[in-house]
């Protein structure tokens, strides 16, 4: 694991709302998807839309932020998930990486991680409230969700993984990828931000 991997999985554990591999596959396109809808969005406004996401409907968004907001809270997390998300998102060198369960895990296990992560990233840009001008990245948009509600595969228990479904995985795993790169290029071109704009 690199540093860069494990710098990802710390804030991405420590923002997740379960500390299972779900919640922080889920977590980590959530922070993702804040960041591809609004690129130029700052902390404070990324703090804000991470909160409402997060809130138990019965309990008040200034409270719960006051009670968060610690040194050791999700807002310093915050911060490290900003920077790291971005600078990934707008790399030359396509740095950019989903955190799903590894290869060593089932391919059960790495498909539901994919799907947990598509409805967090979903949740996030939706969050963002940006319009997506280009037809392809809406239609990209459109295969993310479906990607999100496919939870299942074949049961490995009959014979171990098939070399089939194995290819099959990478290949939603990196149309994912460039989905995502794609969504925020579109936003970005688009001026993707409102309130983060206004200092």
Not at 38 to 59: C, G, K, Y
Not at 141 to 154: C, F, K, M, Q, Y
Not at 157 to 177: N, P, R, S, T, Y
């Amino acid at each position: 694991m690199t540093n860069s991997t494990q710098d990802r999985l710390k804030w991405a554990i420590a923002l997740a709302q379960t500390p299972d591999a779900k919640g922080i596959s889920e977590s980590h396109g959530l922070v993702t998807g804040l960041v591809c809808g609004e690129p130029a969005i700052n902390e404070d406004t990324l703090w804000v839309r991470w909160s409402a996401l997060h809130l138990d409907t019965d309990q008040d968004l200034l409270t719960r932020a006051e009670e968060e907001a610690t040194a050791s809270g999700p807002q310093t997390h915050l911060s490290s998930a900003l920077e790291m998300t971005r600078a990934a998102l707008q790399s030359n060198d396509m740095d950019f990486e989903l955190l799903v369960p590894a290869s060593d895990q089932s391919l059960t296990q790495r498909t539901e991680g994919l799907a947990y992560w598509c409805t967090g990233f979903l949740a996030g840009f939706g969050a963002s409230g940006g319009a997506i001008r280009d037809s392809e990245a809406s239609e990209a948009l459109g295969l993310l969700g479906e990607i999100a509600r496919a939870t299942n595969v074949s049961d490995e228990a009959d014979g171990g993984i098939d070399e089939g479904e194995e290819e099959a995985f990478f290949e939603l795993v990196e149309f994912v990828k460039v989905a995502v790169l794609l969504l925020h290029e579109d936003r970005r071109l688009a001026g993707g931000s409102s309130a983060s704009d206004t200092d």
